[in-house]
């Protein structure tokens, strides 16, 4: 088999393409959440705390010399991370509790829906034949 031939039978599977399909969609959402931090949300905490904006926080290691730029310990940026983090997590929990309910619904609905208990005809028929059985 071809590398070419088998490369396309494993891109053309719908496991590849859902996951081609996630990527985008987590990229999409990483943005929106990312927006949303550093836009909304970071500038509302920084005016509770006293009007400081967290990506300007932080720490000179070293001093800048001559054409050498500062070494700088960027903990506000990273705060900004863990909120983002945070919220997409919590995105993400809330996605699979979603999903998980559906499937505990599924899973419950061939469960309430007995089989219909077969026709006066077929049931009276079968018990003709079990009586057959038990005369011979």
């Not at 996951?19 to 969609?25: C, K, N, R, S, T």
């Not at 926080?57 to 983090?85: E, K």
């Amino acid at each position: 088999m071809s590398i070419v031939k088998e490369f396309r039978e494993f891109a053309a599977r719908g496991n590849v393409i859902d996951l081609a399909v996630a990527v985008v969609m987590g990229t999409a959402f990483g943005a929106i959440t990312k927006s949303l931090v550093d836009d909304i949300i970071m500038p509302v905490v920084g005016l509770v705390l006293g009007g400081a904006d967290f990506s300007n926080l932080f720490i000179t290691l070293r001093a800048a010399v001559g054409d050498t730029p500062a070494v700088t310990l960027n903990y506000g940026v990273f705060i900004n991370v863990i909120i983002n983090f945070i919220i997409v997590a919590f995105a993400m929990f809330l996605l699979v509790k979603g999903i998980n309910s559906l499937k505990r619904k599924q899973a419950q609905a061939p469960a309430e829906d007995a089989p219909a208990p077969p026709p006066e005809d077929v049931a009276l028929l079968r018990e003709i034949r079990d009586l057959l059985k038990k005369g011979q």
